[in-house]
């Protein structure tokens, strides 16, 4: 047993999978771009109470999974790492006056987050989101935009089977008569509940409605449904996000349980999962829209929506689904050379190759040029760049590892000809 280990709940990740959650940050960022949203970076540690209160404090996150950092004795602040970008980022978007610019301010970013939960398959106490936030957009037609960027997301990175539910959480002006309804219905059952959830029951009702407790499925199933209360606002606005989904083709499920719990959501939810999945904890994403966030933040009362995509399950989707192609990290050539202690050239000629962007190796070992042209073929490169007596002339042999067949070329165009025979090779 080696004496340290990660942390529980963290992974390291070795460099296959760290390709692969790079391709998932880069299609990202691609993704985001595309659509208009600019890349921001807001720190991984905030003062708890962004969390506290733009997550809010009612909510798993904070009531359990926050993670808290020990406070130091000349700092009154208690700080916590980030569980999730929206808080962090709208916090910037107040701080920073961004309500003076052009509205919507489009947002963007990937990284780690931090929750202290229960690890298990899929669910570690860090994790990667991607992440997109419209500020400043009533809807309804981002809304619909949105969830169709997320859509392409899973389509461009590969998974397939990705199924969205849907749901409308209301607003302040319905969602109280709704809660005094659902409240009075889960009273009437206080005797089958759970001891945590009659806790919840008085303090945010609507959490019953997500709990993880499989003896609340069927109590829920029966449940009045948020989507037969909405008032006339909310019902047209959902309306219209429902048809502007049509009208792109885009097929979602109605999940009037969905409601994602959280005070400041409104109106406009969604999840994404590979279907079949639903409801096993296994969401790969998910967002909404949060009309009440920037002011509880300090701001104006600012209309927003936006989305974190979990990219350590959209990962472990892909590799259950078959996986994407590896990125190709093999050097496209090894310099090798006959004279086994000569390394200053070999490493001079590998320095010429990088400086013209390519993937290069020196064999650095002094070991014969037989066993340095074996090491080669074992990365995986395609050539080998052989020096030997012609170096002196400015001229060294290139072997295609692949064909087997070898010839000779000027040192001052070895870049170009590798170059293009890589480019041939990946083409062809
Ligand atoms: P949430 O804000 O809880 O809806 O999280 C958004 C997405 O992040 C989820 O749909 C998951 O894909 C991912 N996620 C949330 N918590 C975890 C976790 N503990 N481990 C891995 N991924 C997570």
């Given at each position: 047993?080696?004496?340290?280990?990660?942390?529980?709940?963290?992974?390291?990740?070795?460099?296959?999978?760290?390709?692969?959650?790079?391709?998932?940050?880069?299609?990202?960022?691609?993704?985001?771009?595309?659509?208009?949203?600019?890349?921001?970076?807001?720190?991984?540690?905030?003062?708890?109470?962004?969390?506290?209160?733009?997550?809010?404090?009612?909510?798993?996150?904070?009531?359990?999974?926050?993670?808290?950092?020990?406070?130091?004795?000349?700092?009154?602040?208690?700080?916590?790492?980030?569980?999730?970008?929206?808080?962090?980022?709208?916090?910037a978007y107040v701080q920073h006056g961004m309500q003076t610019l052009p509205q919507p301010v489009k947002l963007t970013t990937t990284g780690p987050m931090f929750r202290y939960d229960r690890p298990q398959a899929g669910r570690?106490?860090?994790?990667?989101?991607?992440?997109?936030?419209?500020?400043?957009?009533?809807?309804?037609?981002?809304?619909?935009?949105?969830?169709?960027?997320?859509?392409?997301?899973?389509?461009?990175?590969?998974?397939?089977?990705?199924?969205?539910?849907?749901?409308?959480?209301?607003?302040?002006?319905?969602?109280?008569?709704?809660?005094?309804?659902?409240?009075?219905?889960?009273?009437?059952?206080?005797?089958?509940?759970?001891?945590?959830?009659?806790?919840?029951?008085?303090?945010?009702?609507?959490?019953?409605?997500?709990?993880?407790?499989?003896?609340?499925?069927?109590?829920?199933?029966?449940?009045?449904?948020?989507?037969?209360?909405?008032?006339?606002?909310?019902?047209?606005?959902?309306?219209?996000?429902?048809?502007?989904?049509?009208?792109?083709g885009i097929a979602y499920r109605v999940e009037p349980g969905l409601v994602r719990g959280l005070d400041y959501y409104t109106r406009t939810a969604f999840e994404f999962y590979v279907s079949g999945r639903e409801g096993q904890q296994q969401a790969l994403g998910g967002g909404g829209r949060y009309d009440g966030l920037v002011e509880l933040l300090g701001g104006r009362p600012t209309p927003a929506i936006g989305f974190g995509i979990g990219l350590d399950?959209?990962?472990?989707?892909?590799?259950?689904?078959?996986?994407?192609?590896?990125?190709?990290?093999?050097?496209?050539?090894?310099?090798?050379?006959?004279?086994?202690?000569?390394?200053?050239?070999?490493?001079?000629?590998?320095?010429?190759?990088?400086?013209?962007?390519?993937?290069?190796?020196?064999?650095?070992?002094?070991?014969?040029?037989?066993?340095?042209?074996?090491?080669?073929?074992?990365?995986?490169?395609?050539?080998?760049?052989?020096?030997?007596?012609?170096?002196?002339?400015?001229?060294?042999?290139?072997?295609?590892?692949?064909?087997?067949?070898?010839?000779?070329?000027?040192?001052?165009?070895?870049?170009?000809?590798?170059?293009?025979?890589?480019?041939?090779?990946?083409?062809?």
């Amino acid at each position: 047993m080696p004496t340290f280990r990660a942390p529980r709940g963290t992974r390291d990740l070795l460099p296959d999978e760290r390709a692969a959650l790079g391709r998932l940050m880069r299609l990202g960022a691609d993704l985001a771009a595309r659509y208009g949203y600019r890349p921001i970076e807001t720190p991984l540690f905030e003062q708890a109470a962004v969390f506290e209160r733009g997550v809010g404090e009612v909510t798993d996150i904070v009531e359990k999974e926050l993670f808290r950092l020990a406070p130091r004795t000349e700092e009154a602040e208690a700080w916590a790492l980030r569980p999730e970008p929206t808080a962090g980022i709208v916090r910037a978007y107040v701080q920073h006056g961004m309500q003076t610019l052009p509205q919507p301010v489009k947002l963007t970013t990937t990284g780690p987050m931090f929750r202290y939960d229960r690890p298990q398959a899929g669910r570690y106490r860090q994790f990667w989101q991607f992440d997109v936030e419209a500020i400043g957009d009533p809807g309804p037609a981002v809304d619909a935009e949105i969830v169709e960027l997320g859509l392409r997301f899973y389509a461009e990175a590969g998974v397939s089977g990705v199924e969205v539910l849907l749901n409308s959480v209301g607003d302040p002006a319905c969602r109280p008569a709704y809660t005094a309804l659902l409240a009075a219905y889960y009273r009437g059952l206080a005797g089958l509940l759970p001891a945590a959830e009659l806790d919840r029951l008085e303090r945010n009702v609507l959490r019953l409605l997500d709990s993880k407790d499989p003896a609340m499925a069927a109590l829920n199933a029966a449940a009045p449904r948020i989507t037969d209360h909405l008032c006339e606002a909310c019902a047209a606005h959902f309306a219209s996000v429902r048809a502007h989904l049509d009208a792109l083709g885009i097929a979602y499920r109605v999940e009037p349980g969905l409601v994602r719990g959280l005070d400041y959501y409104t109106r406009t939810a969604f999840e994404f999962y590979v279907s079949g999945r639903e409801g096993q904890q296994q969401a790969l994403g998910g967002g909404g829209r949060y009309d009440g966030l920037v002011e509880l933040l300090g701001g104006r009362p600012t209309p927003a929506i936006g989305f974190g995509i979990g990219l350590d399950r959209t990962a472990l989707a892909l590799a259950e689904q078959g996986g994407a192609a590896p990125d190709d990290a093999a050097p496209v050539a090894v310099v090798v050379g006959a004279d086994a202690d000569d390394t200053v050239a070999r490493l001079r000629v590998a320095t010429l190759l990088r400086a013209a962007g390519l993937r290069a190796r020196a064999d650095l070992a002094r070991r014969k040029l037989g066993r340095q042209l074996e090491a080669a073929g074992r990365d995986g490169a395609h050539f080998a760049v052989i020096l030997g007596d012609g170096l002196a002339d400015g001229q060294v042999q290139l072997r295609d590892l692949q064909a087997g067949t070898q010839r000779q070329v000027a040192l001052d165009d070895l870049a170009r000809e590798l170059a293009r025979a890589e480019a041939s090779h990946r083409h062809g």
